[in-house]
């Protein structure tokens, strides 16, 4: 198996991992005012900073899977994942640094950027996946028409959130919608192809050790009587 391919389907498999801690610390949560938020967070800084951190590892492979499959096949789809998924990194540094050990205007600033940021390659990862998958012709139809669904839903609910219509805390509540985005992602990344191009490149190699043909040598009627005579 290529490196690229393990990349992008084992980060895309594990990732569900995180999203399932996430999801359970999530709704222990309080709801309120930031400074109770902040309070959990600390107090629960040993899973929030291990899970995060893991979480950036399998983002980095997933990006770098999306980044292989950019270059290896030249569709405009996987250079929008890559990007969204570059973008996405940025969001872990910011909350491990903006959260321990810091004070309260501090931690609501970096959790404003880490948002925003969040969002944003939401919506370019989302928004590639589901053009990706609207003109795929390797998965099976069953498989690709729902996950361009799901990816196109999610990056509507993103963009929404992008500009207020609705809060984060909304948008994950369809986090298991995600979850199945994934696994077909993981899934899609063992099949795809990995050249657009190899076709042509086979087919003029071929071509090129095929033997040149004997030109035809042509007689005049001259020469054809000469012969004879």
Not at 129 to 135: D, R, V
Not at 183 to 210: A, F, I, M, Q
Request: proline share 4%.
């Amino acid at each position: 198996m290529k490196l690229g391919r393990a990349l992008w389907s084992v980060g895309s498999l594990l990732i569900n991992l995180t999203i399932v801690v996430h999801l359970i610390m999530a709704r222990r949560m309080p709801v309120g005012d930031l400074s109770g938020r902040l309070a959990y967070v600390t107090k629960n800084w040993d899973i929030y900073s291990i899970n995060w951190r893991i979480e950036w590892l399998l983002m980095a492979m997933i990006a770098a899977g999306a980044v292989f499959f950019a270059t290896r096949t030249r569709i405009l789809s996987w250079a929008i994942i890559s990007v969204g998924q570059v973008l996405l990194l940025i969001t872990y540094p910011v909350l491990l640094a903006g959260f321990v050990e810091t004070s309260l205007p501090i931690a609501s600033l970096a959790g404003r950027l880490a948002t925003e940021i969040f969002v944003s390659g939401n919506i370019l990862f989302l928004g590639g996946l589901g053009h990706l998958y609207l003109n795929d012709e390797i998965a099976a139809p069953w498989l690709r028409y729902p996950a361009a669904v799901l990816a196109i839903l999610g990056t509507l609910a993103f963009v929404a959130c992008n500009f207020g219509l609705v809060t984060l805390e909304e948008v994950t509540v369809a986090a298991p919608l995600l979850i199945v985005l994934h696994l077909v992602n993981s899934y899609y990344g063992l099949v795809v192809p990995l050249s657009r191009r190899g076709g042509s490149r086979r087919s003029s190699s071929s071509s090129s050790r095929r033997p040149a043909r004997e030109p035809r040598v042509s007689m005049s009627r001259q020469d054809e009587r000469a012969m004879r005579v």
